[in-house]
């Protein structure tokens, strides 16, 4: 007897990457536009760039030889082909896992989201989770700071950047950045993964994140027991970057709505020294660096 539980033929986790992947333009995905290019959609290559995984591992999930992706896989999938919250959760309970809940962070970008910021262009922005957990970033942040998938997934989390609990840790940005005003950023990172655990009483990654930051930073451990609750301010900062010197940037963040993400904008003074070096920073790109 065939089996009630048969999956319709194109309607498997295999398949589903594969059709999202063939609907979205590489212009939708902020990338370069070629004449002669047969697919209409991204390539798996692309596909694989944009997620953070090998080119491979798209290939068997899209074979079906891969059937079990991790939550962080199927999250990054997720954001690189720019799906609703309605295809999210149906990508998870695909791969077999428990959609994100109330009460839990949502590392998701909605597709309008990803519209606006595909179209700042080389502006450097990324985008940080409720927790501080970089979840999305662009060409400029990376030519700016660095390509942080230098840093292995956990670790990109700026909190974690901020606070380091071993003198071993890996930072989130390659180039040394200094703060006008360092005690303000320290003190409204702080305040502000409060006000995220009253918002997500029932994430375990931030409750994590706060007992290790506590148990393991003298620094966040002060701060924390202030228990002061405030909101992000703007702040301005000093990259040392290594082709073109020190580039002075204001550092805006905004904030989307009842998901809490957070959209990081570094922009120069128009018209200065430091907007010059700015642009230059997008024209040479992101640079391959060795970690001390």
Not at 93 to 101: H, I, K, M
Request: net charge neutral; charged share 25%.
């Amino acid at each position: 007897m065939e089996s009630m539980t048969t999956t319709p033929p194109g309607a498997g986790l295999g398949a589903m990457i594969r059709a999202w992947r063939n609907r979205l333009p590489p212009s939708a995905a902020g990338l370069p536009v070629v004449r002669k290019r047969r697919a209409v959609g991204l390539r798996r290559e692309e596909l694989a760039d944009l997620a953070g995984v090998s080119v491979d591992y798209v290939v068997r999930l899209e074979q079906g030889r891969a059937t079990t992706p991790s939550a962080s896989v199927v999250a990054s999938l997720a954001r690189a082909l720019q799906l609703s919250t309605a295809e999210r959760d149906h990508l998870y309970r695909l791969a077999r896992l428990v959609p994100p809940a109330d009460g839990t962070i949502c590392d998701h970008l909605p597709p309008g989201m990803q519209r606006v910021l595909v179209r700042l262009g080389d502006v450097p922005v990324a985008v940080f989770a409720a927790d501080w957990q970089l979840v999305w970033w662009n060409h400029g942040w990376a030519a700016l700071l660095g390509d942080p998938l230098a840093s292995p997934p956990r670790m990109r989390n700026f909190a974690r950047a901020r606070f380091p609990v071993d003198a071993g840790h890996t930072p989130l940005v390659l180039w040394p950045v200094t703060d006008t005003d360092p005690g303000t950023t320290d003190a409204a990172l702080v305040s502000d993964l409060r006000r995220a655990t009253g918002r997500f009483p029932r994430d375990g990654r931030l409750a994590a994140l706060v007992r290790d930051l506590d148990a393991g930073n003298e620094r966040f451990a002060e701060l924390w027991a202030k228990g002061e609750v405030t909101a992000n301010r703007e702040v301005r900062k000093t990259v040392d970057h290594p082709s073109v010197g020190p580039v002075t940037v204001d550092c805006d963040v905004l904030s989307d709505g009842d998901s809490e993400l957070k959209i990081v904008i570094m922009t120069a003074e128009p018209g200065s020294e430091d907007e010059t070096k700015l642009r230059l920073t997008a024209v040479a790109g992101p640079l391959a660096a060795t970690r001390d």
